[in-house]
Nanobody, 116 residues
Framework: QVQLVESGGGLVQAGGSLRLSCAAS????????MGWYRQAPGKQRELVAT???????NYADSVKGRFTISRHIAKNTVYLQMNGLKPEDTGVYYC??????????WGQGTQVTVSS
């Protein structure tokens, strides 16, 4: 049994910053990739950023240059630093982790609201 718990969401004005955290717990052998996805009202869930165990990163074009994903391997934690937030960044942000021998799991989500 593994669990992902996100934190750090909230309400911020356009141009502001937020830092999301996602901590994995439970019986963890190792984690391959971790990432952040978001879902805006009435839209499908979309990739925001991912990071591999080796530190390789991938970003959605819409967040490149504004968001930075990072990871603390020993703490089984992934972060998303979000700068220059825009109203279109509003949504529920979900953490995802690909656990070795267990597979992919999702967190419960954290709300990010950017006001104009």
């Amino acid at each position: 049994q593994v669990q992902l718990v996100e934190s750090g969401g909230g309400l911020v004005q356009a141009g502001g910053s937020l830092r999301l955290s996602c901590a994995a717990s439970g019986y963890i052998i190792s984690i391959n990739s971790m990432g952040w996805y978001r879902q805006a009202p009435g839209k499908q869930r979309e990739l925001v950023a991912t990071i591999t165990s080796g530190g390789g990163t991938n970003y959605a074009d819409s967040v490149k240059g504004r968001f930075t994903i990072s990871r603390h391997i020993a703490k089984n934690t992934v972060y998303l630093q979000m700068n220059g937030l825009k109203p279109e960044d509003t949504g529920v942000y979900y953490c995802n982790a690909d656990f070795r021998r267990i597979g992919s799991h999702w967190g419960q989500g954290t709300q990010v609201t950017v006001s104009s």
